[in-house]
């Protein structure tokens, strides 16, 4: 898992992948940071909640060269033939997408940190914000990743990982108009954001970090398997 882990981090900032989701990231963050800076505003959750936007447009960036890239070049083939379990390989991969994503979403801790002195933080929302828009990246992460298994085009991962977290996001305005109760349960309970709203009110439920690390574990589970069957098919 570790060689799988350096192999990917090393092709983030080797290609300028890496560089350009991280610019894109700060940029994006920078920004929203100066507007609040500007209009004399001291609440950091206005940034963390413009920030949930650019989470869910720019996950599919990270991850969309994942799995389609090496099932494109061919170079899964050497990964199976590797003294690595298919576990192993999905785990190296999805580690080094979630520290890329981390290294994006820390620049708020910076922000908040030269904020500080001069106005009075609510540190138990800034953590609950940060660990809320962490953990809803590191489930997006692991269903991008199992949609860049699909396919070995780029852009169809992309394309397809951003109508996936446009879907588990909205959940909860599509559950609003429904009118058949038990499906709209069903509906607010799978959605991304009622749980990430908890988070960032500073709310530590044990259900909510249960069901983004549930749902992660979900579709790296699933990942594992398209790996498998395209092992032995020989696709």
């Known amino acids: ?11 983030y900032f ?22 609040l800076i500007l209009s004399g505003q001291a609440e950091m959750s206005y940034e963390f909640t413009f920030l949930y936007t650019v989470t869910l447009l720019l996950t599919p960036v990270l991850t969309m060269r994942l799995m389609s890239e090496d099932r494109k070049q061919k170079t899964d083939q050497m990964l199976f033939a590797a003294p690595v379990s298919l576990g192993g390989i999905v785990a ?9 994503f981390l290294m994006g979403i820390g620049v708020t801790l910076v922000h908040a ?13 800034f953590w609950g914000n940060l660990a809320g828009l962490a953990l ?16 070995e085009s780029q852009i169809i991962a992309a394309i397809g990982g951003f109508a996936g977290m446009l879907v588990v996001i ?3 305005s599509l559950a609003a108009v429904v009118p058949f109760e038990p499906l709209q349960k069903l509906l607010y309970g799978l959605s991304f954001y ?34 498998e069957r395209r092992r032995w098919s020989g696709q």
């Open 92 to 100: 190296g991969k999805y580690f080094a997408a979630a520290t890329v």
């Open 1 to 11: 898992m570790k060689a799988v882990f350096l192999r990917e981090m090393s092709s």
């Open 14 to 35: 080797v290609a300028p992948a890496g560089y350009v989701y991280l610019a894109a990231f700060y940029c994006l963050a920078g920004y929203e940071y100066s507007v």
């Open 136 to 151: 809803m990246g590191f489930a997006g992460i692991s269903l991008c990743m199992f949609i860049s298994a699909q396919t």
């Open 113 to 125: 940190l030269v904020l500080s002195p001069f106005a009075d933080m609510n540190w138990a929302v």
């Open 170 to 172: 909205s959940l909860n």
């Open 194 to 227: 009622d749980r990430y709203y908890n988070l960032t009110m500073g709310i530590f439920q044990l259900s909510d970090l249960v069901f983004f690390f549930s749902f992660a574990a979900l579709f790296f589970f699933l990942t594992v398997r398209v790996m």
